[in-house]
């Protein structure tokens, strides 16, 4: 009952509407709620919507990228597995990213200095306009975080430092006017590959095998191209209105021991990971692999 009431004094407010919102060229869903803020940027457009269901919404060129709802399911998933594998924190980078929800979990391990390359300062600065709630201000101030505001297609190949851990943090590949559309591309996935350190690790978000059949088998022939051991899992997101996938690429043998991952979360007091069972989320989605 109270959860109907306050729905019906949501509705109430002033601006509220039915709002589309794009997933894939054919495909689409609506949310009840108001547009709070708008920018053009030389990029892309973009907007800010508090909306009924997904509460504060971060969307670009009219397609959603992060929601207060359940954007822990999608940066704990491209963090926390690999991270836990992980022996030595050196350094970490991010492709992409701009909402800083990334860097604010890579954070929560010993990194030495977290870089990333993000093309749009502009999404950060709705960010830090809109989301401090998510700490935004925190992460983009700490001084283990170092943003660079840059095209990480040229920037990558400059790079003369190895990483750890490597994020691919980017807009869905299956959105032909993406900008970030370069970079899902077997080329570049190798660009990076060459960045990592011998023990390094990378996740890609892949998108959804269902929702984006022919660039989900795309992205994963190419990555199984250049690594020799991954992982392939995923969870659905009410925001996109599908499953979200991320393929975790390692150049030695990937194994989860249950006891090392809980000595881990406990290590780096990560009290929050909503995904204790990280085991049960690979075996679900092996047919994939």
């Not at 509407?17 to 060229?25: G, L, S, T, Y």
């Not at 998510?134 to 943003?147: A, D, E, K, L, V």
């Not at 869905?172 to 591309?185: C, G, I, R, V, Y």
């Not at 690429?249 to 909503?274: A, M, P, Q, R, T």
Request: overall charge negative; aromatic content about 16%; hydrophobic content about 35%.
């Amino acid at each position: 009952m109270l959860v109907l009431q306050a729905l019906f004094f949501y509705l109430k407010k002033k601006d509220c509407m039915n709002i589309k919102f794009k997933i894939c060229e054919n495909y689409s869903h609506e949310f009840v709620g108001e547009k709070i803020d708008e920018f053009n940027s030389i990029y892309q457009n973009i907007k800010v919507y508090d909306l009924n269901i997904l509460g504060k919404t971060l969307v670009l060129d009219d397609y959603i990228m992060v929601a207060d709802y359940d954007e822990n399911i999608y940066h704990e998933l491209m963090v926390h597995p690999a991270c836990l594998l992980l022996n030595e924190y050196n350094r970490a980078l991010i492709i992409g990213g701009g909402d800083l929800l990334c860097a604010k979990r890579l954070l929560q391990y010993p990194f030495k200095i977290i870089d990333q390359f993000e093309i749009d300062i502009e999404v950060t600065n709705m960010m830090l306009k809109h989301f401090n709630h998510h700490q935004s201000f925190q992460t983009f101030t700490h001084h283990r975080f170092n943003p660079q505001y840059q095209d990480a297609l040229q920037a990558i190949p400059k790079i003369q430092y190895e990483y750890d851990f490597i994020s691919l943090d980017l807009n869905d590949p299956a959105q032909e006017e993406m900008k970030s559309n370069p970079l899902f591309t077997l080329d570049f996935y190798r660009n990076c590959y060459k960045k990592l350190s011998p023990n390094g690790l990378m996740t890609v978000q892949i998108g959804c095998p269902e929702t984006f059949k022919e660039h989900f088998e795309k992205q994963v022939e190419n990555l199984n191209k250049i690594f020799n051991y991954h992982l392939i899992y995923g969870q659905y997101m009410r925001c996109y209105g599908t499953y979200q996938f991320f393929y975790l690429g390692s150049k030695k043998e990937i194994h989860y021991h249950e006891k090392y991952v809980k000595d881990k979360l406990s290590l780096y007091k990560i009290s929050k990971f909503n995904y204790h069972d990280i085991q049960e989320i690979i075996i679900k989605s092996k047919k994939y692999a």
